[in-house]
């Protein structure tokens, strides 16, 4: 699976971006999707996950309400809204697949996409 992030940039505090992530390869629809993101001089972190289904979901406590994840299965494509965005949230994003179920864990994904760059300002 060869996987594609797209959608990030420069915004300010408060905005709203969406992040794609288009996958070719191997039955994209059999994979469980998780996005993750690493600041700089941290380590990656998990950000959400959605079933290869999309009928289940998992965040990370610090995006839980501001962030959604879904997916278009028939597009090859997995979503991340982010909404009221802070300036903590600001990173490279990461989009990875695995073909067993949900895991908030990076080294559990099967393949990974090269990161779209998020920067918020205050």
């Known amino acids: 699976v060869q996987l594609q992030a797209s959608g990030g940039g420069l915004v300010q505090a408060g905005d709203s971006l969406r992040l794609s992530c288009a996958a070719s390869?191997?039955?994209?629809?059999?994979?469980?999707t998780g996005w993750f993101r690493q600041a700089p001089g941290k380590e990656r972190e998990f950000v959400a996950v959605i079933s290869w289904s999309g009928g289940n979901t998992y965040y990370a406590g610090s995006v839980k309400g501001r962030f959604t994840i879904s997916r278009d299965n028939a597009k090859n494509t997995v979503y991340l809204q982010m909404n009221s965005l802070k300036p903590e949230d600001t990173a490279v994003y990461y989009c990875a697949v695995r073909s067993k179920g949900l895991s908030s864990t990076p080294a559990l994904y099967d393949y990974w996409g090269q990161g779209t760059e998020v920067t918020v300002s205050s």
């Open positions: 390869g191997r039955t994209f629809s059999s994979y469980a």
